[in-house]
């Protein structure tokens, strides 16, 4: 049998999706008709949805429906077992190494160098999503076997315990999403129709059961951590035939504990039959949410010319739009055969103050031009104009990381001979340390630095993962 490798989520959607539709007309459930993005959504919605006055379909939620049931692995629901530990080594012998007396960098005393973690996989040839980092060094890694078994596992920072949690015949796991410690597992059921969201500790058995608002089980597919508190939900809604083909996408605050802090929000809609949507969605230091969307037409063979492209950026808040939907700045591979791509937004580095800033790696050499590249754009919250890049951004690449509390940046240093540094940054910009990374000449490695601190290091489909929980946090947050 072939082993499916390196599935990317968009795929699994799909699968799901099929699976949940045909389970559906088993069970006799309401009829859906289906639209699909690149994002890799597949939409569905009941046959009856109206539209509300063209800001979305009328949709009846049916939390009521959802709420006081508890789906079990009696009743089809994900299931909970042991999984596959991290083994640990312990800390390297070099330390942090002091750049600057400065006033700004004795504030900034890193913490004492953590062990290193590393992870297999749950089983041989199982292929993985990129890991998933909560506030303290745990891992949610969702991995897809060769025996058709998916789940996430969720691995502690101190390697004593992982536990797997898979999908059931009835339930399905969404998307996991970081807690300060732990993390909000989303999950779709069809019997009844239902969305859950589960708070886990880091042990991943602590859980607190939150139904959700949604007109079906496949629509709600995100939940973005806030770095103000709470979440951002974010669900896409379609007008079935014999309506006008139009999709709508739609978000909402809530709090830590999944409660709604408003309504849902329109963030852009657009006609299915003739373009395909594939968005982002971050949030900023003030709470905002940045939606990045890239709108192409569907085609078979050579891709879409950049005639047909269309880019849009819009500010949302819990209350609804910040102003109006703008073009923002985009990134365009063109390859040595002259034809052009839209090379994806790169990595997106949030500002102290509020806002994003844009980096883009060049292209390789010989392998054509990303243009533009480097630091290539930056949005203040709210802003539609943009702004410049702080100057001293130019030193570092896209391994730049703001770091909670947003006291400090953190960012990776590779040397021509592919070892390794991780340097902690002041808001001015000053280094103030430094810590060389031991046997870390891996030149075809591919590093990140999340929030809380932690290095993490994973190949693109691999469930063979590195980390340093908590590497570059500060001692005296």
């Given at each position: 049998?072939?082993?499916?490798?390196?599935?990317?989520?968009?795929?699994?959607?799909?699968?799901?999706?099929?699976?949940?539709?045909?389970?559906?007309?088993?069970?006799?459930?309401?009829?859906?008709?289906?639209?699909?993005?690149?994002?890799?959504?597949?939409?569905?919605?009941?046959?009856?949805?109206?539209?509300?006055?063209?800001?979305?379909?009328?949709?009846?939620?049916?939390?009521?429906?959802?709420?006081?049931?508890?789906?079990?692995?009696?009743?089809?629901?994900?299931?909970?077992?042991?999984?596959?530990?991290?083994?640990?080594?312990?800390?390297?012998?070099?330390?942090?190494?002091?750049?600057?007396?400065?006033?700004?960098?004795?504030?900034?005393?890193?913490?004492?160098?953590?062990?290193?973690?590393?992870?297999?996989?749950?089983?041989?040839?199982?292929?993985?999503?990129?890991?998933?980092?909560?506030?303290?060094?745990?891992?949610?890694?969702?991995?897809?076997?060769?025996?058709?078994?998916?789940?996430?596992?969720?691995?502690?920072?101190?390697?004593?315990?992982?536990?797997?949690?898979?999908?059931?015949?009835?339930?399905?796991?969404?998307?996991?999403?970081?807690?300060?410690?732990?993390?909000?597992?989303?999950?779709?059921?069809?019997?009844?129709?239902?969305?859950?969201?589960?708070?886990?500790?880091?042990?991943?058995?602590?859980?607190?059961?939150?139904?959700?608002?949604?007109?079906?089980?496949?629509?709600?597919?995100?939940?973005?951590?806030?770095?103000?508190?709470?979440?951002?939900?974010?669900?896409?809604?379609?007008?079935?035939?014999?309506?006008?083909?139009?999709?709508?996408?739609?978000?909402?605050?809530?709090?830590?504990?999944?409660?709604?802090?408003?309504?849902?929000?329109?963030?852009?809609?657009?006609?299915?039959?003739?373009?395909?949507?594939?968005?982002?969605?971050?949030?900023?230091?003030?709470?905002?949410?940045?939606?990045?969307?890239?709108?192409?037409?569907?085609?078979?063979?050579?891709?879409?010319?950049?005639?047909?492209?269309?880019?849009?950026?819009?500010?949302?808040?819990?209350?609804?739009?910040?102003?109006?939907?703008?073009?923002?700045?985009?990134?365009?591979?063109?390859?040595?055969?002259?034809?052009?791509?839209f090379a994806d937004w790169g990595n997106i580095v949030p500002l102290r103050e509020g806002g994003f800033a844009f980096f883009h790696?060049?292209?390789?050499?010989?392998?054509?031009?990303?243009?533009?590249?480097?630091?290539?754009?930056?949005?203040?919250?709210?802003?539609?104009?943009?702004?410049?890049?702080?100057?001293?951004?130019?030193?570092?690449?896209?391994?730049?990381?703001?770091?909670?509390?947003?006291?400090?940046?953190?960012?990776?240093?590779?040397?021509?001979?592919?070892?390794?540094?991780?340097?902690?940054?002041?808001?001015?910009?000053?280094?103030?340390?430094?810590?060389?990374?031991?046997?870390?000449?891996?030149?075809?490695?591919?590093?990140?630095?999340?929030?809380?601190?932690?290095?993490?290091?994973?190949?693109?489909?691999s469930c063979g993962i590195q980390w340093w929980p908590r590497l570059a946090a500060l001692s005296n947050p």
């Amino acid at each position: 049998m072939q082993v499916l490798r390196a599935v990317p989520p968009h795929v699994r959607a799909r699968i799901g999706a099929l699976l949940l539709s045909l389970a559906a007309s088993a069970l006799g459930c309401p009829r859906v008709a289906q639209t699909e993005t690149d994002a890799g959504v597949i939409q569905q919605t009941p046959d009856d949805a109206g539209t509300d006055g063209g800001d979305g379909p009328t949709v009846d939620d049916g939390v009521g429906s959802c709420s006081g049931f508890a789906p079990s692995p009696d009743d089809g629901g994900i299931s909970w077992a042991a999984g596959s530990r991290a083994s640990v080594a312990p800390p390297q012998g070099m330390g942090w190494t002091t750049l600057s007396s400065d006033p700004e960098c004795s504030a900034m005393a890193p913490g004492a160098v953590p062990h290193q973690l590393s992870w297999s996989g749950p089983e041989p040839a199982a292929s993985c999503d990129p890991a998933i980092v909560d506030g303290s060094g745990n891992l949610a890694v969702f991995s897809l076997s060769n025996n058709a078994s998916a789940g996430y596992t969720f691995l502690r920072g101190d390697g004593t315990s992982a536990v797997f949690v898979s999908n059931g015949s009835h339930e399905f796991e969404i998307v996991a999403a970081p807690r300060s410690q732990g993390f909000v597992l989303l999950t779709q059921n069809f019997r009844p129709w239902c969305h859950f969201a589960r708070l886990l500790g880091p042990d991943a058995l602590s859980t607190s059961l939150e139904p959700l608002e949604a007109p079906d089980p496949t629509t709600v597919h995100a939940v973005i951590a806030n770095p103000r508190g709470g979440y951002v939900l974010e669900r896409t809604v379609a007008d079935a035939p014999p309506h006008t083909f139009q999709s709508y996408l739609q978000v909402r605050w809530v709090d830590e504990v999944m409660k709604p802090l408003g309504d849902w929000h329109t963030v852009m809609e657009w006609t299915t039959a003739d373009n395909e949507n594939s968005w982002r969605i971050l949030l900023d230091q003030q709470g905002n949410a940045l939606v990045l969307s890239f709108e192409f037409p569907p085609s078979l063979g050579a891709p879409p010319p950049p005639s047909s492209w269309t880019f849009s950026a819009r500010w949302m808040n819990a209350r609804g739009p910040i102003g109006d939907a703008f073009q923002p700045i985009f990134p365009t591979y063109t390859a040595a055969n002259g034809r052009a791509f839209f090379a994806d937004w790169g990595n997106i580095v949030p500002l102290r103050e509020g806002g994003f800033a844009f980096f883009h790696a060049p292209a390789p050499a010989g392998s054509g031009a990303i243009s533009p590249s480097g630091w290539y754009a930056s949005y203040g919250s709210g802003e539609s104009v943009p702004g410049q890049v702080p100057p001293w951004f130019q030193s570092y690449d896209g391994s730049l990381q703001l770091l909670s509390g947003a006291r400090a940046y953190a960012a990776e240093q590779v040397d021509s001979s592919c070892a390794r540094a991780v340097l902690l940054i002041a808001p001015s910009g000053r280094a103030c340390q430094k810590l060389p990374l031991a046997d870390s000449g891996v030149c075809n490695a591919s590093d990140t630095l999340s929030p809380d601190g932690t290095l993490l290091r994973q190949g693109f489909g691999s469930c063979g993962i590195q980390w340093w929980p908590r590497l570059a946090a500060l001692s005296n947050p």
